[in-house]
């Protein structure tokens, strides 16, 4: 998430006089070619016999697959030759390009062709171009606004998440005995696979008759415990399970700023006789805002990501109140095998979120800048 | 970065100076009493889901909890996997099942967490050291790039991927979820990573190029074993993502390459399923990164506090 300035980066790793032969470079130079006309030749050769035009052809595109990975290592492999020491550092990073590239953008781009077809599995019709008619239907789709809206509120309860997360962290950073039991046991919850927690808690655990925390409902006084069926209380229900998993990743990451914190500011504070709810409002906090930014944005990345709890405690249920974004869409592909309409709700969710992020990471930057001069400054 | 010392934890913010003592014990009964009450809600839920796969339906109807006092403990559960003493040596179609599900989450977790560390120390290392230029692009564009997949929900890349899978005959293999798993968890490695090589002093490598060694001799033998927290907590990051991963595996496994949180998924859903064994398989599921977690714990927070104050 971070765009500042990389200190590592200028250039001290300088490797002077290694000498290069022009023969290397015109090794280097046909190495790539012929990586490059093999995978060529081989995806032209593959295209050919999948549109009928030649007679023979690879029954699957995978040997496609092989030649592109076959071409990933020719170029790095050339390049080294050619530019050298370059070439050497290239290499560090272009693996993971490589990679990337063949497995993210090729579905992405494959997905906005899709989103814009009518194709469902099911019907005998296959896959048609129908423009823009998905994305008027999903304007008219009270259900996935529905979805939409969910994700609104599931955000928002990122922050009451953060609160608990920084208080734990707190503690844990605090002098107490039994530190390490208390930070595995802490961070135990988000080893945990979301989908064994919904049985777990979901499932069990709140299970109306049987469930311990059902009985303990009704021992106080709540006549006919039913945690998944009204809307808000279902939500709620929701929430605490997904809570339950995150909230130790948030606690890590604000537990690791807290101990990179400078020991010497927080020394000063004590002397000069601050009290404890003083350090932390005045120095702390504004110290930790980058940490904070930090969690908060990738726990709400993971947010928008919710769907298995969802989808295996209450299918969204009742009558769309628990629905996250991910499971609606989920349920699209799944029940009703409406591939098109499912890419163009999938499609149109991405731009939201790339959207709501951007701004966020913009306005949480300026904003921390401001902050942390306006408050940090006096008092380090 | 500063360095983690668990030798001398870190505790400032505590010890007031000129406090009261019955103040003091005050605050010290509630901090203990907020670690106390957390450390149950983190631990109930396990512990109700390990006596569960012991008990017996009237002991789940009368909701017993403590076992030996409330309960007899029984193999039910674990009868029903194939996986309690009696049941163990004979052939069990569950647990032949069960064990193959496990083993299909062992290799596809493993297999992608691995090769996204590999990946992704690689790219890493070189984003936190070198100036690039790809056109345009500098360090921290081509970062932003890896690092912004994260934002991509799985919803997203589902469908394109069924497709792209039947037409490469991935589908249902473990070799592509090996690939998906990597694709998904290769940002947060990089990141761990990169933040975790920019904390390396890179004096260390001016002068192992000056002995001699080459860029690839000087990562490989000096700066590596340096990084090896960050590794390790980039590595256990990715098996927490991949190996509880529910979406894609549902979406684009079958009979064969299906993994353990599918099977756990398909158990919830069918009704009248008994308690016991569905706390077993439940179990059964969470255990081995729990004894991850306990083992490895102190390398997370080492190897994401050079990460976490960016």
């Known amino acids: 998430m971070t765009t500042s300035t990389l200190p590592g980066t200028d250039d001290r790793l300088r490797h002077y006089g290694d000498g290069m032969s022009s023969g290397r470079r015109t090794l280097g130079k046909l190495v790539i070619a012929a990586g490059t006309l093999l995978f060529a030749a081989v995806l032209l050769f593959q295209i050919l016999f999948a549109t009928g035009t030649i007679e023979s052809g690879f029954s699957t595109w995978r040997p496609v697959f092989y030649a592109y990975f076959l071409w990933a290592a020719a170029v790095i492999y050339g390049q080294i030759l050619v530019r050298g020491e370059r070439g050497q550092r290239a290499a560090f990073v272009l693996p993971a390009v490589f990679f990337t590239v063949a497995l993210v953008i090729f579905p992405t781009v494959f997905g906005l062709y899709i989103a814009l077809t009518d194709w469902n599995l099911s019907s005998s019709t296959g896959r048609q171009f129908n423009g823009v008619d998905n994305i008027v239907s999903l304007w008219n789709d009270p259900f996935y ?16 998440e953060y609160a608990i997360a920084f208080g734990l962290a707190l503690l844990l950073n605090a002098e107490i005995r039994a530190r390490r039991f208390f930070r595995v046991v802490f961070l135990l919850p988000f080893m945990l696979s979301p989908v064994a927690v919904s049985w777990m808690i979901g499932k069990s655990i709140m299970e109306n008759r049987f469930g311990p925390v059902a009985r303990l409902a009704r021992f106080l006084g709540w006549e006919n415990p039913a945690f998944f069926s009204d809307p808000w209380i279902a939500r709620l229900s929701i929430e605490f399970m997904d809570a339950w998993v995150f909230i130790p990743l948030m606690m890590i990451l604000l537990l690791a700023g807290l101990q990179a914190l400078p020991r010497e500011i927080l020394e000063a504070a004590k002397v000069d006789g601050a009290s404890s709810w003083q350090t932390f409002w005045r120095i702390v906090f504004p110290l930790m805002l980058p940490a904070s930014v930090t969690a908060i944005l990738i726990r709400i990345i993971f947010k928008l990501k919710l769907a298995d709890i969802v989808i295996n405690v209450t299918s969204g249920g009742p009558g769309g109140a ?23 709700l999938a499609e149109f969710y991405l731009i939201m979120i790339i959207i709501f992020i951007t701004l966020a990471l913009l306005f949480t930057t300026r904003w921390v800048r401001r902050y942390s001069a306006a408050r940090a400054a006096p008092s380090a | 970065m500063a360095t ?81 003493p009696d049941t163990i040596f004979e052939t069990s179609t569950v647990r032949a099942e069960f ?47 890896f690092i912004s997949q994260l934002i991509l929900p799985p919803v997203v890349l589902a469908m394109p991927f069924l497709v792209l899978y039947k ?29 975790q090589f920019m904390s390396i002093p890179v004096e260390l490598e001016e002068a192992a190029l000056v002995d001699g060694l080459s860029i690839w001799g000087s990562f490989i033998r000096i700066v590596l074993p340096l990084a090896l927290p960050g590794m390790v907590a980039g590595l256990i990051l990715a098996l927490v993502l991949s190996w ?10 079958g009979a064969s390459a299906k993994t353990l949180p599918v099977m756990v998924a398909s158990q919830t859903g069918s009704q009248g399923i008994s308690w016991w ?17 306990v083992l490895l714990e102190r390398y997370i927070i080492k190897g994401l506090t050079s990460g976490a104050v960016k």
Not at chain 2, 59 to 84: A, C, E, N, Y
């Open chain 1, 145 to 160: 606004w529905n979805a939409l809206r969910n994700m609104v509120y599931y955000v928002i309860a990122v922050f009451f």
């Open chain 1, 322 to 344: 628990t629905d996250t974004v991910s499971s609606f869409i989920y349920r699209e592909y799944r029940d009703r095998s409406n591939v098109g309409y499912g890419t163009a």
């Open chain 2, 4 to 84: 983690y010392a668990s030798a001398a934890p870190a505790a400032p913010v505590r010890e007031y100076v000129g406090e009261s003592r019955g103040r003091h014990i005050a605050t010290r009964f509630v901090i203990y009493g907020i670690l106390i009450l957390w450390a149950f809600i983190c631990l109930f839920p396990i512990y109700w889901t390990l006596t569960t796969s012991f008990k017996s339906a009237p002991d789940v109807m009368q909701g017993h909890i403590v076992p030996f006092v409330d309960f007899t403990p029984d193999w039910k559960g674990w009868r029903s996997l194939g996986l309690s």
């Open chain 2, 99 to 145: 064990m193959k599900r496990i083993a299909n989450s062992l290799i596809a977790s493993l297999g992608g967490s691995l090769l996204a560390v590999a990946l992704g120390s690689l790219a890493g290392y070189g984003l936190a050291r070198f100036p690039y230029r790809f056109g345009p692009l500098r360090n921290n564009d081509i970062g932003f790039f």
């Open chain 2, 167 to 195: 037409e490469l005959a991935f589908l249902d293999s473990l070799p592509g979820l090996i690939l998906v798993y990597t694709l998904m968890v290769l940002p947060i490695v990089i990141w761990v990573m990169r933040d």
């Open chain 2, 244 to 253: 509880n991963e529910y979406f894609f595996a549902a979406l684009l496994t």
């Open chain 2, 277 to 293: 064994s569905m706390a077993a398989l439940s179990t059964a599921a969470i255990l081995p990164l729990m004894i991850v977690g």
